[in-house]
């Protein structure tokens, strides 16, 4: 099995900045992608932005400029800088890994429990 564990969700005044971070742990035999996905309350889930293990990345239009993923393939955790928070970024943070947990499955989609962020006006 694959654990995602996340941290750094909080309450931040508009404006303000974040940092999130996801480490990926157990059965790991390679990663494809990580990401980060939101829900806020009464929506779907959408895309953040991922990242590839190779550095491609890939951003929502709404966070374009004011978020940056990065990560650190060698620990298994993708990180999430956000900056110039408003109020509409509030949501549940979920962090997300394509893993392919040994040599003889195939990629699965993993996710982790949330952690939320709230962006006070």
């Known amino acids: 099995q694959v654990q995602l564990v996340e941290s750094g969700g909080g309450l931040v005044q508009a404006g303000g900045s974040l940092r999130l971070s996801c480490a990926a742990s157990?059965?790991?035999?390679?990663?494809?992608?990580m990401g980060w996905y939101r829900q806020a309350p009464g929506k779907r889930r959408e895309l953040v932005a991922t990242?590839?293990?190779?550095?491609?990345?890939n951003y929502a239009d709404s966070v374009k400029g004011r978020f940056t993923i990065s990560s650190d393939n060698a620990k298994n955790t993708v990180f999430l800088q956000m900056n110039s928070l408003k109020p509409e970024d509030t949501a549940v943070y979920y962090c997300n890994a394509v893993v392919r947990p040994n040599s003889y499955s195939g990629y699965g989609n993993f996710w982790g429990q949330g952690t939320q962020v709230t962006v006070s006006s």
């Open positions: 990242i590839t293990t190779g550095g491609i990345t």
């Open positions: 157990g059965n790991i035999f390679h990663i494809n992608a």
